[in-house]
């Protein structure tokens, strides 16, 4: 997975591409991505709103 | 002792050799001698060549029952048959089939897919650039800046295999820079390796055996790490010798009484067949043993598949086995491949639609609430138990792009909630019409 954009979603994972749903679980592969990528010094887009 | 000192003995009657009813002992003979009698004990004989009980010519023939209350040991290659204990060892095949030196009869390949039977991401995925899973299950194609392939699962292979996995070369990389790379990996989780004893001197070696194809010939660089201790590697050479035939390898990695393999559902062991690369994996050298990290070890030997067009890397019959010996590839059925392979990815879409395809074959759908609300009503409950929270990917049924979910008519932008190893939810955003039928495929990638 090749991270363009980061989203942070209301319970703490990501939306990355405005795709994929990547949880926040250490042991998820995409996860330590998104980490190096923020790791880098991108930044997470604001997270929406939990859904009603 | 008086001494007796004839020409020759017989029986009273002189019609043939003197009975003995009561046995007989011979001491001191140090070369041939033939005995014929019951009860014989011969002692002071340290080798007894051309033996004949019961009238054969062969070295040593028993035409009754026969009892050696040691350990017998055959041959020179110390085949022992221990009566007193139950133990044979030694063997190394029987009926011309290998026989594993050490480990379980059944269930040995730690392999998943090795016969690279299923693939549900899809059997074909051109203009690769970049690393991913391209086709069969369990097997990622590692690639940076190092020519564009295309995978394939082939209906080719060596007797007794249906299928394969093929990489094959449309856009050469003839001088790759220092960094760039193209390799087949393969990732263990680190608690199913618990058994090979790693870091303890019960540290147990494994042997590997593969069948790979390419239209190159030359030495080409296997390789393994263990990612729980700080990336120790090991990397040995094997060699391609005839071009486009299938070659059966195997490969012995020794134990590693230093290594480390952590109790848990992460990253343990990666395997590695080298395709192309450049000199940061290339200058060093292939270590007897396993040694801390250098990756110019990695790929020693490159054989540089990859180097030209048409250049292609095949390979099936994967197996992964504890001991030296490799014995014959272990056959599993798909179901079973196929369930194990879950574990790391599932989709929603029939075995045969890659993710992405226009179809309702096995989407879920449900009617939204009665309020306008980003609530779909849409649970899913994996077929199989994740090895981790997976990453999440979702399809409307009428389009191939990602992220979507299909409201009414449209297709508008939808998300996994609270998702975790068994399942999730799915939530659509912005919410679009209550009361209505929405419908999506999924994906969900635990991969290592």
Redesign the interface.
């Given at each position: 997975?090749?991270i363009q954009t980061v989203k942070l979603?209301y319970?703490g994972?990501y939306?990355v591409n405005?795709?994929?749903?990547?949880?926040?679980?250490p042991?998820?592969?995409?996860y330590q991505l998104v980490q190096e990528w923020i790791a880098e010094g991108n930044t997470p887009e604001e997270a929406?709103p939990a859904?009603? | 002792m008086s001494k007796i000192q004839v020409n020759e003995i017989v029986n009273h009657f002189d019609t043939g050799a003197p009975d003995c009813p009561k046995g007989l002992t011979v001491t001191g003979v140090t070369t041939s001698v033939n005995i014929s009698a019951t009860n014989v004990s011969v002692i002071g004989v340290s080798t007894l060549g051309n033996v004949v009980v019961g009238g054969a010519t062969t070295d040593l023939v028993v035409t009754g029952d026969a009892r050696i209350t040691g350990i017998l040991t055959v041959g020179t290659a110390s085949v022992t048959l221990n009566g007193n204990d139950g133990i044979i060892s030694g063997i190394n095949t029987v009926n011309d089939v290998s026989f594993p030196s050490t480990g379980p009869l059944s269930n040995r390949n730690l392999i998943i897919n090795g016969a690279m039977n299923v693939a549900q991401r899809g059997t074909s995925n051109t203009g690769l650039t970049a690393g991913s899973y391209p086709t069969v299950d369990r097997f990622p194609w590692s690639l940076s800046s190092c020519g564009t392939w295309t995978s394939t699962q082939e209906s080719d292979g060596p007797t007794g295999f249906s299928k394969s996995f093929k990489m094959l070369c449309t856009t050469a990389d003839a001088s790759p820079a220092s960094t760039d790379y193209a390799v087949l990996q393969y990732v263990i989780e680190a608690q199913d390796l618990q058994h090979l004893n790693y870091g303890t001197s019960d540290a147990v070696p494994l042997t590997v055996s593969f069948w790979v194809k390419s239209n190159k010939t030359g030495n080409a660089s296997f390789a393994c790490l263990q990612y729980d201790a700080s990336l120790r590697t090991f990397s040995k050479q094997y060699t391609i010798n005839a071009a486009n035939t299938w070659e059966y390898k195997t490969i012995t990695i020794p134990a590693d009484a230093s290594g480390q393999f952590d109790d848990d559902n992460g990253q343990g062991l990666l395997l590695e067949w080298w395709s192309n690369s450049g000199t940061n994996y290339t200058s060093g050298s292939h270590p007897t043993t396993w040694t801390e990290l250098v990756h110019g070890n990695r790929n020693a030997s490159n054989i540089g598949i990859g180097q030209a067009v048409n250049d292609y890397f095949q390979i099936t019959g994967i197996q992964l086995e504890v001991g030296t010996q490799a014995t014959p590839f272990e056959h599993r059925s798909f179901g079973d491949e196929l369930k194990r392979c879950e574990r790391y990815f599932e989709k929603s879409y029939t075995y045969a639609s890659p993710p992405g395809t226009t179809t309702s074959n096995g989407v879920l759908a449900g009617r939204k609430a009665a309020i306008t609300s980003s609530l779909t009503n849409l649970n899913v409950r994996f077929g199989t138990r994740k090895r981790a929270t997976p990453t999440i990917g979702l399809y409307s049924p009428d389009s191939s792009t990602e992220g979507l979910i299909k409201v009414d008519s449209s297709d508008i932008t939808g998300n996994d909630q609270d998702t975790n190893e068994m399942g999730f939810w799915i939530s659509s955003n912005p919410g679009g019409a209550a009361n209505v039928i929405c419908s999506a495929h999924y994906t969900a990638d635990a991969e290592l």
């Open positions: 997975m090749e979603r319970d994972s939306r405005d795709k994929w749903g990547v949880p926040n679980d042991m998820n592969k995409d929406d859904p009603e | -």
